[in-house]
Nanobody
């Protein structure tokens, strides 16, 4: 499975941005796709995830209400729509795929494949 994150850039506080994660390869092996983010000098934090075969989503409390994760089935793409962005949302955003169900789905160690990351910078 290969993942390709894109869509990052510079946005003003209060603005919106839509990231995309292109998924290719043996997609039948995927259980879920998640987004993580990593700010300079900080750990990689869970943002949210979507079940690959359905539409069930789960979001981190830190961004709940400000983002929507969706899947575009025909394009094998998972999108992350972020609204009301804040300077503290500045980070490299990564998409990751989980091979099978694991009870802990909000930690990076649970994910099997990773994209290269896309930088989001929110200016004040």
């Amino acid at each position: 499975v290969q993942l390709q994150a894109s869509g990052g850039g510079l946005v003003q506080a209060g603005g919106s941005l839509r990231l995309s994660c292109g998924v290719s390869g043996r997609t039948s092996s995927i259980y879920s796709i998640a987004w993580f983010r990593q700010a300079p000098g900080k750990e990689r934090d869970f943002v949210g995830r979507i079940i690959w075969s359905g539409s069930s989503t789960y979001y981190a409390d830190s961004m709940k209400g400000r983002l929507i994760i969706s899947r575009e089935t025909a394009k094998n793409t998972v999108s992350l729509q972020m609204n009301s962005l804040k300077p503290e949302d500045t980070a490299i955003y990564y998409c990751a795929a989980m091979r099978r169900f694991r009870p802990i789905n909000n930690h990076a160690s649970s994910y099997d494949w990773w994209g290269q990351g896309t930088l989001v910078t929110v200016s004040s």
